[in-house]
């Protein structure tokens, strides 16, 4: 995750570079943002992370548990009403997928969570003023998903986490309009607001929130 954005990173502020500083300028796509409603999709990676809240009967003094992250998938789509010149009203429903681990420290007893969530973020976007074809942006609101991998009520697995979940996200990113598109790289944190988990086996734990980073090449 980090080698990538890595790249994203370097990509954006050479093509900055390029349009900021190039002696002859040609403007792409220049009436794009004029449209009151825009269409667009999106692919990207992601990273989830979990908060537990421990019992303080239980764990006075916390027994945190380690997280084995993986990288997991988005894709979806997007819906974009303009309000002003610098501010947008977004919707952005997909899916994505990943997997996490966790377990008590010094022990293999691995706890294993797929999840497949179908993620609906409303969000506002506040862009800076175009400069050539460049334009940062910063973006945020909130999300609910259904983890369609919840098993909340299956009594037979050990760890069960609820169907339907609440999210604030907060990001930020770069419009960078090309000759045929405009092309977006954004990186965005994912933080859930309710408790997810339904029941575990270790006792310590009272509560379990997602935390992600999603990594999205917008498409528009």
Known sequence: MKKLFVIVLLFSVQFGYAQLFAGDKIINNQNFDQQRWSW???L???TYDFKFTYNDE???NGNDLIIEKT???NVGLVGNLKLNNNLDLRLEPGVTFNTRNFRPPYTQDIEEVNATYVHIPLLLKFSADRNNNFKPFIVGGLSTSIN???NENNPDVSTRLRTNNYHYEVGFGIDLYLYYFKFSPSIRGVFTINNE???TKFPAVDAMR???VFLNFTFQ
Do not use: E
Request: glycine share 14%; aromatic share 20%.
């Open 210 to 212: 997602s935390q992600a």
């Open 148 to 150: 369609l991998s919840s």
């Open 40 to 42: 667009g999709y999106y």
């Open 197 to 199: 988990m339904v029941a």
């Open 58 to 60: 239980i764990a006075p």
């Open 44 to 46: 990207g990676f992601n």
């Open 71 to 73: 990288l997991g998938f």
